[in-house]
Nanobody
């Protein structure tokens, strides 16, 4: 199973920026979707941003216009550039990868361990 390692989280003031990285242990072109989810304390995990194999992207309404997801196939890494951060963006951010089979079957895919993002007001 693929190993996903997130990095780049930290403490930032409102209005600031962070860039998260998700490094995969194998070629990310085998995954049909690579996502960034986030989970705030006491809340359910939610999808923040998605990039598909063809480079198409989708964003949650709450992050649209502020976050940008991208991928570097040569480095097998997916990024999440987060700008204009708000206190409500505080959460643990998780990387997720799904193969075509996992996507079709509704399986959970592979998860990283998460990286904490804390935004202070």
């Amino acid at each position: 199973q693929v190993q996903l390692v997130e990095s780049g989280g930290g403490l930032v003031q409102a209005g600031g920026s962070l860039r998260l990285s998700c490094a995969a242990s194998e070629n990310i072109s085998r995954f049909i979707t690579m996502d960034w989810y986030r989970q705030a304390p006491g809340k359910q995990r939610e999808l923040a941003a998605r990039i598909n194999r063809g480079g198409g992207t989708n964003y949650a309404d709450s992050v649209k216009g502020r976050f940008t997801i991208s991928m570097d196939n040569a480095k097998d890494t997916v990024y999440l550039q987060m700008n204009s951060l708000k206190p409500e963006d505080t959460a643990v951010y998780f990387c997720n990868a799904k193969t075509p089979t996992e996507y079709r079957e509704g399986a959970s895919g592979s998860w990283g361990q998460g990286t904490q993002v804390t935004v202070t007001s």
